[in-house]
Each structure stands twice: as C-alpha cells, then as structure tokens.
C-alpha cells in the first residue's frame, strides 16, 4: 500500500514538473478540434460470378489457336476479359456479374482465329440471372483477299469501316494487338478472385438490400448508422437497404467520425473505418493581445488553454487588432504543450507601428530599416515593412523624393504579385502623373495641368501629400491662370480636407484668407451696384442685382442678410408686393445666424405684419375699435414698411369716416397717409377721400 501511494505521489510530481503549476489554471476549450474532409474510409464489394461457354464450329478450317473477349456493349474499347483457346478446348470465362451489362443484348463475344486466314466473328449476347451464360456457337468464315500491284489486302466490305455494331462502332479488329489471356485458360490460376474497388454496378438489376461487414481501427467504437445504435465494431449487418446511409462511430480519447456513404448493390460489402486520435495540445503565451484561430474556425483570446486536437496537421493563425501577424502550421501526433511567441520581425514591426502612431515618424522608420537588415524576416511582411518607409516618408515626413525611393524598392526586391509590390505600383504612377502636371503646367497647358492634377488627387493608393499638393498647384492655376476664384477657393478647402497636417494645408489657408478679402470687395461691390440703382428709381434691377449677389458663395453672410432684408423692403415700399416682402423677411430669419442686425430687423417687420393681420381679423368681426387701435399699433410699430403704415393708417380713417362718422379723425388719419408714404397707392386714395371730405 506504500508502495503504491509513493507510486502515485511520484506520477504527480512527474506530472507538474512537466506541465507546471499552470495546469490548475488553464482553461479548457469547450470543442473538439477536428480535421475536416479526412479521408478516413474504405469500401470493398464482393460479386458473384457468371460462367460464360460458348463452342466454334470450324468446319472444314483449321486454326491454329483463337483469341476470345468479352465486351460491355457500352463500352467496346477495352474488353472486360480476354483469353487464349485451342481447338478443341470450351471456350469458358468466369466474369464479375458487376461488370456484364443488364440490359438486353448489351453484351458482346468477339473471336479472332489464329491461322488458316479466318476473319473475326462476334455473338451478342444478354445477361441473366443464372450462374451459366451459354453464347451462341461460332462459325469460321475465310477471308476473302484481292490482288493488286503485287499486293495482297482485305477486301473493303470486310474492313472496320464497313462492320458496325448497333451501336455505331466497329468491333472488328478491336481485339487486334492487344495482350494474350489476361486470365490464364489452364491451371489452378485460373480467374477465380471476383472483389472490385469499383462503386460502377452494371448487372444485379434486383438487389434491393446488401450484407455488410463493418471494421474499425481501432475496433470497439460504437456504431451509429442513421442515428440508431447498431452495436460495436466489428460488427455484420446483413439487411441494409442500398443507397445513403449516414454512419458514425464514436470512441473515447478518438475524434468522432461521421461519414455518409452510397452503398451501392453488390453479393456483400466490407467497410473500414480509420479512427483518428485526439490529443491534448496544453498552450500557453506570453504575449499581450493576441487572438488566436486554429484552422480558421477554432478561436480564443486566452493565454493559457487546453485544447483536445484531432491527430495531423493544423494551421494556427495569429492575430492582433484584426491584423494577421503569423501563421503556424502545427503538427499534432501526442500529447504535448506549446509555448508561443512572435516573430522577432514582426515584434520589430509592431514596435515601428506604436512609435508612429505617437507621432515619432523618424524613430519608426529607423526600426523598420534595422528589420529590413535582418536575414530571417519573412517576405510579406518585409515588403509590408519597406511600403510604410515610403508611407511615412511622404505623408508625414514631407519627404517625397525619398517616399518614390522606397517604394521603388519594394518594386525591385520583392516578388511580384505580393500585395505591397501591388500597391507600391500605384503609387509610383501617381508620381508620375503629377511629373506629366507639372510638365503641362510649364508648357502652357493649364487646362491639361490642372486634369492631370485632378487625375492624380483620384488615383487608387496616392499619397495624401502628393494628393494635397497638387489639389494646392490646382488652386493656383485657377487663381491666377484661369482667373476663377470660386473653383480656387473650392481647390484650397479640398488641400486641408485631404492632409490638415501637409505644410500645402497651411499655404492652402493663407491663400483663402487673401481671397476672402477679394470676395467681400466683389460682393461689396455688388451691392453698392444695386444701391445706385434703387436710387434712380430702377427697382427691379436693383432687386435682379441683390438676388445675383445672394448667389456668389463667397460673400460675407453679414453682408448678405443685408441685401436679403432690402430686397424684402423694395419689394414692400417701392413694388408695392407685401407678400413678396414678407418671405424675403422670413429667408434672412429662416437662413442667417440670430443676433445679425438684419435678422432682427427682419423679425419686426414680420411682427407689424401679424399686427396688420389681427387689425384685418378684429375689423372682419365687427370690432371696430380694438381694429383702430392695432391699426395705431401697426402705424408706431418699430421697423415697420411704410407701404404697411400707410395702409393701415388709411384703413384706419375709413373706419372714423364710415362706422364712427368722426370726420375730424377721418381727415387728420387721411392726411396721415400722405405723410407716411407719398409715393404710395393708399396716398392716392386718401387725397381723393379728402377731396370729397371738402
């Protein structure tokens, strides 16, 4: 009992010093690792056998040997059996009845005599269910020569091309050249073997169920076929229906095996199933971050875990943010532990990544060129390596001439087709794109410079920088060149959305801050254009000018409120279109910020207009003084359109006039009138009102 005890402590301790004490803290991955498509079956049919005897009649011939075949009528290019005879002997074959065609006459015997000048005689004949097949007897026919130039042949009427099958093609001659008796006539080797690997049945027509005999390595697995328990391996199942069935077989410490096969008409069939074993792969890192994908189904995020693996190869891909950072193929043939870490090249990778990512570009490269000096670095990856060189070069460095070096490079040392060669292609493209610019730019051709430019800026892979140069060089050209601003103000706000770092950012702003200046002095212009002609009286196209000027994206938008606001009072003084007027008040509310001056002015005259409309709604209801005084509300409102002052002022003494009858009020509200607004139609009517007052 000692003994024993001491046995046991010993195995633990042998134990834990292998796996350490992180056995009792690794977890466990809840699926089995399996290998997917792993041909682990094989399956043998056995047949019965048909004796084929047939007989020649030779007649008055005299051959010296016959060579006998038998044809599948579907396929006469190669005879399912072939044998030598002599006269005399029974023409006999065993044959797989598998092999022999079901349907009627779908069989054919073919006869070469040997000697003597015999030609070639065939029988057809059909399959049955019988164990003898008897052909009909062979007759021996001459063979009839011609002589011509000294040379003796076959007549046509017996060559190939003249003797078909009903099935199109010629049986004489096929037996011709080929090699005598591949079953020996005589002897104890005679054909007597009848398994086949093939899953091709062209006879049994009527078998409906087959017995079949079922092994495993190892034996003792549970079998399931069609998910009923059909007992342990290995086991005979002597009635299974032909067709699909699903078989499973599970063992414990072996992957669970599931296979479907087509079990397809034969005397008996033998099955053998491989069991492939599950190992324990105890895996451990001490690396941060990492996601870990075996046979890109199976992840975790864990630093230790303990997986049950199917026995072979597996792939285990290794990733950090969504980046695949390595991939390992992994040989599993035991139990065992692995201990993971990455790749020096990729760890020197990664580290160039976190400095450029904090700004320091110059450190980043630095790192990135000492792992290009290492000799074991994969590929892929040094030419991911030598790519961001160039990136870093142009965009953040502001280095360009070096950026095209460095691409250049991954071009000239890395195999084609690798990803970064690809993109590194298209890069250098875009430089030379923006070479044919600049070349067009020098000749005169600005038009064509500023198309390449643009082509440039659009070019798959460009470089932000060399992108927002060229946006800058295009906004020049429009400038100064072609003499439109509003394209060149578009082209420098494109140079600081593509690279708000570039240093073509900055002068991109300082060149708006220039055109700002000459935009307000257009629009400016604009408008003093228009005040000049409000004052000669020319209102409409003082209107027509403000609305152009409105248009012009550039203008200030204090400025533009303005213009929005006096439209509104042209429209209400001087057109006499209230209506109008008032939803040119409403569009400098409804689009410039609150607090502008003439938003707020606008939001008064919109409130004499509301005065204006309850004044109408209390008349409208008979209540002629609370009229009169939001009437008087209007006329003292501040801001309000004098055209609306004047009407209500004379609304308001056609009410003392008529309702009231106070013609001392009527007189003095329509006097009022003219003095508001002289020019107005309402000052008309009230001088004619007054002239009846008289």
């Not at 292609?425 to 005169?444: I, M, R, V």
Request: charged residues 25%; hydrophobic residues 35%.
């Amino acid at each position: 009992m000692i003994k024993h005890r001491s046995f046991i402590a010993f195995f633990i301790l042998i134990h834990l010093q292998f796996w350490g004490c992180s056995y009792f803290q690794t977890t466990t991955y809840p699926e089995l690792i399996l290998i997917e498509d792993n041909e682990q079956v094989s399956i043998r049919y056995e047949f019965a056998e048909k004796r084929i005897r047939g007989n020649v009649d030779t007649g008055n011939f005299t051959p010296e040997a016959y060579i006998v075949a038998i044809f599948h009528k579907g396929a006469l290019d190669a005879p399912i059996v072939q044998k030598m005879f002599f006269p005399g002997d029974t023409l006999e074959f065993m044959v797989a009845e598998n092999h022999l065609n079901a349907s009627p006459e779908g069989n054919v015997a073919v006869l070469k005599p040997i000697g003597d000048d015999l030609q070639q005689e065939e029988v057809s004949f059909s399959y049955t269910e019988k164990d003898d097949i008897i052909l009909p007897p062979f007759q021996l026919h001459k063979v009839p020569y011609v002589y011509e130039k000294q040379f003796i042949h076959l007549s046509d009427e017996f060559t190939d091309s003249v003797r078909l099958d009903s099935g199109g093609i010629g049986v004489a001659g096929l037996v011709e050249g080929l090699l005598f008796a591949k079953y020996p006539t005589r002897g104890s080797e005679r054909n007597i073997s009848s398994e086949f690997d093939s899953i091709s049945i062209n006879a049994i027509p009527n078998a409906k169920r087959v017995k079949l005999f079922i092994f495993s390595t190892p034996d003792e697995a549970e079998l399931y076929i069609d998910g009923q328990l059909r007992g342990m391996t290995p086991i005979g199942i002597l009635d299974l229906s032909i067709g699909e069935h699903e078989f499973k077989l599970l063992k414990e410490n072996f992957a669970p095996l599931v296979k479907t096969l087509d079990i397809q008409p034969s005397k008996r069939a033998k099955v053998e199933f491989r069991m492939n074993r599950l190992n324990v792969l105890h895996f451990m890192t001490e690396e941060e971050g990492l996601k870990f994908v075996l046979d890109d189904e199976h992840e975790w995020l864990d630093k230790k875990i303990k997986l049950q693996i199917e026995n072979g190869v597996h792939m285990l891909s290794v990733y950090k943010k969504n980046v695949l950072k390595d991939r390992v193929i992994l040989k599993s043939d035991w139990n065992t532990r692995m201990e993971y870490s990455l790749p020096i090249c990729q760890k020197k990778y990664d580290d160039s990544q976190v400095r450029y990512k904090t700004g320091k570009y110059v450190e980043s490269v630095a790192i990135l060129e000492e792992m290009l000096q290492m000799e074991s670095c994969n590929e892929e990856l040094s030419s991911r390596a030598q790519y961001y060189i160039g990136w870093n070069y142009s965009n953040d460095q502001f280095k360009p001439d070096e950026a095209r070096k460095a691409y250049q490079k991954v071009i000239d040392n890395y195999p084609e087709g690798f990803k970064y060669v690809e993109y590194s292609k298209l890069k250098l493209t875009s430089y030379l794109l923006s070479d044919q610019a600049e070349a067009a730019y020098k000749a005169g051709n600005f038009t064509e410079a500023i198309a390449l430019r643009e082509e440039v800026i659009q070019y798959k892979r460009c470089d932000t920088e060399l992108a927002a140069k060229n946006q800058y060089l295009t906004g020049l050209d429009y400038q100064y060149e072609l003499n439109n601003l509003y394209k060149a103000k578009a082209a420098y706000n494109n140079v600081i959305a593509i690279h708000p770092k570039s240093g073509y950012a900055t002068m991109a702003q300082q060149m708006l801050a220039g055109l700002k200046s000459e935009f307000a002095a257009i629009c400016q212009k604009k408008y003093d254009d228009s005040q000049v002609r409000y004052k000669t009286g020319q209102y409409v196209v003082s209107v027509a000018i403000l609305e152009e000027m409105l248009q012009m994206e550039s203008c200030d938008e204090e400025l533009s409120s303005k213009a929005q606001y006096y439209i509104g009072w042209n429209y209400a003084n001087d057109q006499f279109k209230p209506d109008v007027a008032r939803k040119a008040y409403q569009e400098v509310v409804d689009n410039y910020p609150e607090g502008f001056k003439y938003v707020e002015y606008s939001k008064l005259k919109l409130a004499s207009y509301l005065l204006s409309d309850r004044a109408e709604a209390a008349y409208k209801a008979g209540n002629f003084t609370e009229a009169i005084a939001l009437r008087e509300e209007v006329i003292q409102y501040r801001r309000c359109d004098t055209e609306l002052a004047a009407k209500n002022q004379y609304l308001n003494a056609l009410d003392y006039q008529y309702p009231q009858n106070d013609m001392d009020k009527a007189q003095a509200a329509y006097n009022n009138v003219i003095a508001i607004h002289p020019k107005s139609r309402y000052a008309t009517m009230a001088q004619q009102m007054l002239a009846g007052l008289q």
